[in-house]
Each structure stands twice: as structure tokens, then as C-alpha cells.
């Protein structure tokens, strides 16, 4: 076990790499231009009233564009979709290649998505770097199958049971 060590960048970087976390696009549109970004903090709130949340860079260049469409749809990644995930962490056209229809909100829903989340924002609170967006639950679905893609040590896993 390691100990002692000062919480800078990089330390927490690695020592935050050791929580295997699912992977999820977080998706949305304002009607007429659909965006989205990979993410991997993302996590439920509250059952009564549902509500979940996940966390925005302030650098993010797609993040004003899901803040001002009041909306978001997460979509949980499957194990096979790691170059989706790929193509929201990039720069470019995300949704060229990638199919989609819009859910009751209007955001995205990715048609290979192993489960979504469509949301309304609820409430936006400073986190150091990043925005913490909570979203009020209005619909949700989930194949029946599949298992979900992970993020572990900086690289892509599967999930094993």
C-alpha cells in the first residue's frame, strides 16, 4: 500500500485510475445540431425523485452547448462500443458515423447504447474544474443484454462476471 503522497495532478490522476468506472456519451441537442462527449464521471443520486449526474471540464468546448439545450441523455456504453467512446473523446463530427434518434427530451439517444438516461437539468454546481450537472430522470431504457463497457488504469476494459 502506498502512502503519503501530496494530492497534485498527476498523483490523483493515477490514484483516481485505480476505480474502474463505466463509460458513457453524454448527449444532447437544440434541435437542430446534436452533440456530445465521452465520460466516465457519471453516477446515480437519488431514486425519489430520480436524479442522476455526471461532471463537465469548464474546458469542454460541447459542455455550453448541453448546458444551453437544458437537456442531456446519458448513454451507457457496451463492451463493444469502445470506439464510440473513442469518437466523442475527439474533436470532429461525432455523430457522422454514429446512429442515433432523439429521445422525449430531444437529446440524442446512441441506437447501440447499452442503457440511456434522457434528463432535464435540474441544477449546476461549481466543482473545482469542472460543472457538476444534475439531471432530473424523464425517461429511460436498456437492451436486454449486453455488458458494459469500463475505464480502469487509463485504458479501456470488459466487465467479467
Not at 77 to 88: D, G, K, N, P, T
Not at 138 to 144: D, F, K, Q, S, V
Request: contains cysteine.
Amino acid at each position: 500500500m502506498i502512502g503519503g503522497l501530496a494530492p497534485d495532478q498527476a498523483t490523483m490522476r493515477t490514484v483516481m485510475g485505480h476505480f474502474a468506472t463505466g463509460v458513457a456519451v453524454i448527449t444532447a441537442s437544440d434541435g437542430t445540431t446534436p452533440v456530445g462527449l465521452a465520460a466516465n464521471s457519471f453516477t446515480s443520486v437519488s431514486l425519489d425523485p430520480p436524479l442522476v449526474l455526471f461532471c463537465a471540464a469548464h474546458t469542454s468546448s460541447t459542455w455550453p452547448a448541453i448546458e444551453a439545450a437544458g437537456h442531456y441523455c446519458v448513454n451507457i456504453l457496451a463492451e463493444e462500443a469502445e470506439q464510440i467512446s473513442r469518437v466523442f473523446a475527439s474533436p470532429g463530427d461525432r455523430f457522422a458515423q454514429i446512429a442515433w434518434h432523439a429521445g422525449v427530451t430531444g437529446a440524442p439517444i446512441l441506437d447501440d447504447a447499452l442503457a440511456y438516461i434522457d434528463c432535464e437539468i435540474q441544477d449546476i454546481y461549481e466543482g473545482g474544474d469542472h460543472a457538476i450537472v444534475v439531471g432530473k430522470v424523464i425517461e429511460l431504457g436498456h437492451r436486454e443484454h449486453g455488458k458494459p463497457l469500463t475505464f480502469y488504469r487509463g485504458g479501456y476494459g470488459r466487465y467479467d462476471q
